[in-house]
């Protein structure tokens, strides 16, 4: 098992290392000078931006910068952004747990909502019930992101003044009060980030369950004596394959979904980041985030091998070949 | 053809006019009034900030945000007003000697940066030095001061100016806010920890930076002129426009910028003016189109094919119907606050059949065929660039991007740089719009308009073209009407 993990980490490298080739070539490829963006539109002294240009290395190669760059990240040195002059690792670390915290919550929010409505749509298909939660979960995918999010903004917040606005804060006397105010703050940018994944999972989890319903093993189950509820956790045991396959597709786009909805809720996480860098033309920052995210794509396909394993033991048979292992 | 969408391409001109154009106002300045009646102290201001400052530190900052707080935090040598006169700040007085190339400031009495530490000249002339070190990355300053030959301090309170030839814009520079060389002596300039916590000796302290979230600045109780009547300024960081809106409407924030649409659905609802008032302002530049007059191409090099680019454009239609009225055809190169509109400058009109036959007859003519316009066999098709950052947008001397070269004009920029007297200066810049008129090296397209929502319970606060906030006193002298507790 150790040696399998460690061959898929390692045959991801390749992949990595071609990211930041491309990401880098993209970035040096864009026609834009930094020092016409930092001189704000008035004259400088030309030793002034030559000064420059020698300190960002412009004068020198792609390839060059490209490799001192590779060396410094060997070293655990990302650089330092250029519009601020912080270290990129320092303000990425700054904006990544507000990424992640929201999209964790609504992923949670999604499976949560999702998984227990496809399985009473397939326990009863075709139902009245069935077929109007569906159209209301497809209406709700069908709304953009952005009107969404001002719809709710519109209502939660300023006629019934429920939720705030917009940001985010942990205030409060004790934690428990502090975790109200950060939860109050999450709901309407989580809710948002959710919508448009109800519909995915639900539709998904509907379908798993229904062919699995239909499986004599239930009926056997069942005429033995099973109770109903015994007999649905056995199912859903079973329908955790695809489940953990959707899992690998949907989180990268939350990660990509969470641009317009930072923006909109004026949460301080990566998609603001990134965009505010992109602008600003903030190379090493946007390099750092490039690689954030390869890195974490990357990770959760190896996240969801690893998943594979636990959950299914007939791939964990077919991958590793170590029968005696099992059960 | 694409016009830049936001103010981000921000065409320098009409900030170039400003600075040529800066000693045409009064140099004995007006006391900053005070009023009468009995002040009304108290109460928090919530400012929202489309993006978030880069850095605090007073000269590096090369965006609006992070100027907008420097000039809260930090105290200036001079400002402007909200007409864009020039107005005393730390400098109590001034004068011009030599001819204008000597230029001397005498600096108030008592002025303490935030922590206690005197301001004193010694402080003026380590910004200045940090402005002209090439590794402070200070580049959106250093316009104003590449003239300046040498700064001398000779007593605490005064400094004194030299500059290489008599330079008429000398105080524009000087709206520069004033470091803490205490503080900032012994520490890496670009990663000081007060680039990101500065400490001033302007009206507001800082407190606090979230970031991504707020800046916190707190009257200064100690300010030379008075403490600002505000107890708090609150910035709030809010990228959304529609989000500001909201904010408005839920009486989080006091002001919100209001895109054209937002304006047509508010600005005529009686209910939406009980609560907020509206203030418009014309910003200081403007977009417009470089032509390249310089025979890297075979159009542009002929004043009659300019023109006729001009008059092929519908300026008006386009503010009109794109911009829903937000923004105005320049009728010269200077913006209405800064020259007074020249009466015998029109812009030229929307008027494509007489651009068809000044390309007529500077031998561009239509090819029925390809519908393209032909001379000598060369097609009349061009490339046109937005403005980005880009290094295709080659510079010539400073940012005349048309590589426009015109001895007349050249030598009465000379001459308007070191001329004194306002009335000769109008006249001399009045001369140099007219004959950019004439030549077309530009087509001026529109200066952006903003229109905003303020609350109601803030009294007396017109915007200058630079805003509500970048003005003296301005946000200083900022009162509400009913402050909020204690």
């Known amino acids: 098992m150790i040696a399998f993990l460690a061959r898929r980490a390692l045959s991801t490298v390749p992949t990595l290392v071609g990211i930041t080739i491309l990401t880098f070539a993209i970035l040096n490829l864009l026609p834009t000078d930094p020092i016409q963006v930092w001189s704000g539109g008035g004259s400088y002294s030309a030793e002034a931006a030559e000064h420059l240009r020698s300190e960002l290395r412009l004068e020198q190669g792609v390839a060059a910068r490209y490799a001192s760059w590779g060396f410094a990240l060997l070293r655990g040195d990302l650089g330092r952004s250029l519009r601020d002059g912080r270290t990129v690792a320092s303000v990425i670390a700054g904006a990544l747990p507000w990424s992640l915290l929201l999209n964790l919550c609504s992923v949670l929010l999604i499976y949560g909502v999702s998984v227990p409505f496809g399985l009473f749509g397939a326990s009863s298909p075709g139902s009245v019930a069935d077929r109007l939660g569906h159209l209301i979960l497809l209406l709700l995918y069908a709304v953009p992101s952005f009107a969404a999010a001002l719809i709710l903004q519109q209502w939660f917040a300023v006629r019934l003044g429920w939720l705030p606005l917009h940001g985010v804060s942990a205030q409060g006397a004790s934690s428990v009060e502090r975790a109200w105010d950060l939860a109050r703050h999450l709901a309407l940018p989580t809710a948002c980030l959710a919508l448009s994944g109800w519909a995915i999972v639900a539709r998904y989890s509907r379908a798993a369950f229904r062919s699995l319903l239909n499986r004599e093993f239930l009926a056997v189950a069942r005429a033995k004596g099973l109770s109903r509820l015994r007999a649905y956790g056995h199912v859903t045991a079973n329908a955790a394959v695809p489940f953990v396959t959707l899992l690998a597709t949907i989180l990268p786009g939350l990660v990509g979904g969470s641009v317009i909805v930072e923006q909109v809720f004026s949460l301080p996480g990566v998609g603001r980041l990134y965009l505010t860098s992109v602008e600003a033309r903030d190379y090493p920052v946007v390099l750092g985030l490039t690689l954030l995210s390869a890195v974490l794509v990357l990770a959760g396909q190896l996240l969801v091998d690893v998943l594979y394993l636990i959950v299914d033991p007939r791939i964990r048979e077919g991958l590793l070949g170590d029968r005696g292992d099992v059960h | ?486």
């Open chain 2, 1 to 486: 053809m694409r016009i830049p969408p936001r103010g981000r391409a921000k065409f320098p001109l009409a900030l170039f006019a400003l600075a040529v154009l800066s000693s045409c106002t009064a140099s004995s300045p007006p006391e900053i009034p005070r009023s009468t009646a009995p002040p009304e102290y108290g109460g928090r201001f919530v400012f929202p900030l489309r993006t978030e400052p880069a850095t605090l530190n007073f000269v590096t900052a090369s965006d609006q945000p992070s100027d907008l707080v420097a000039r809260l935090v930090g105290d200036s040598l001079v400002d402007r007003d909200v007409d864009l006169n020039v107005v005393p700040r730390l400098a109590a007085s001034w004068e011009f000697a030599d001819g204008g190339r000597t230029l001397t400031f005498h600096l108030r009495p008592g002025v303490r940066f935030h922590d206690g530490h005197p301001l004193t000249s010694a402080d003026v002339k380590y910004t200045y030095e940090r402005v002209i070190d090439k590794t402070s990355h200070a580049l959106a300053r250093l316009d104003g001061f590449l003239p300046v030959e040498r700064v001398e301090t000779p007593d605490e309170r005064t400094v004194r100016v030299v500059y290489r030839f008599p330079y008429a814009p000398a105080l524009s520079g000087w709206e520069m806010p004033i470091l803490p060389r205490h503080l900032y002596e012994g520490e890496d300039f670009l990663t000081s920890r007060y680039n990101r916590a500065p400490i001033g000796s302007g009206p507001f302290r800082f407190i606090s930076w979230e970031p991504g979230r707020r800046i916190l600045l707190a009257a200064n109780l100690d300010y030379w002129a008075g403490r600002p009547y505000l107890d708090t300024l609150d910035l709030e960081i809010i990228p959304s426009q529609e989000t500001t809106l909201q904010a408005l409407l839920a009486g989080e924030v006091d002001y919100a910028a209001l895109t054209p649409v937002q304006w047509e659905a508010h600005s005529k609802d009686p209910s939406f003016l009980r609560r907020f008032a509206t203030v418009q302002y014309l910003s200081l530049f403007f977009y417009y189109i470089a032509w390249r007059t310089d025979g890297t191409n075979p159009f542009f090099t002929d004043p009659d094919v300019r023109r006729a680019m001009t008059l092929a454009l519908d300026r008006e239609g386009y503010v009109r119907t794109v911009l829903r009225g937000f923004g105005q055809v320049p009728d010269s190169i200077f913006h209405p606050a800064i020259l007074p509109p020249d009466p015998e400058l029109r812009p030229l009109g929307y008027d494509p059949r007489a651009a068809a036959a000044l390309l007529d007859r500077a031998g561009w003519r239509l090819d029925p065929g390809s519908g393209l316009r032909r001379k000598d066999g060369t097609a009349f098709r061009f490339t046109l660039l937005i403005y980005g950052g880009a290094e295709e947008h080659v510079q010539y001397s400073g940012r005349n991007y048309a590589g426009f070269h015109d001895p007349q004009i050249d030598a009465w920029l000379q001459d308007g740089r070191r001329t004194v007297d306002p009335v000769a200066r109008t006249v001399l810049y009045r001369s140099i719009a007219r004959r950019l008129d004439d030549l077309q090296p530009y087509t001026y397209l529109f200066f952006p308009a903003t229109r905003a929502a303020l609350s109601r319970r803030i009294a007396d606060i017109r915007p200058s073209p630079r805003g509500i906030i970048v003005q003296y006193p301005g946000v200083t002298r900022l009162r509400l009407s009913r402050p909020e507790g204690g």
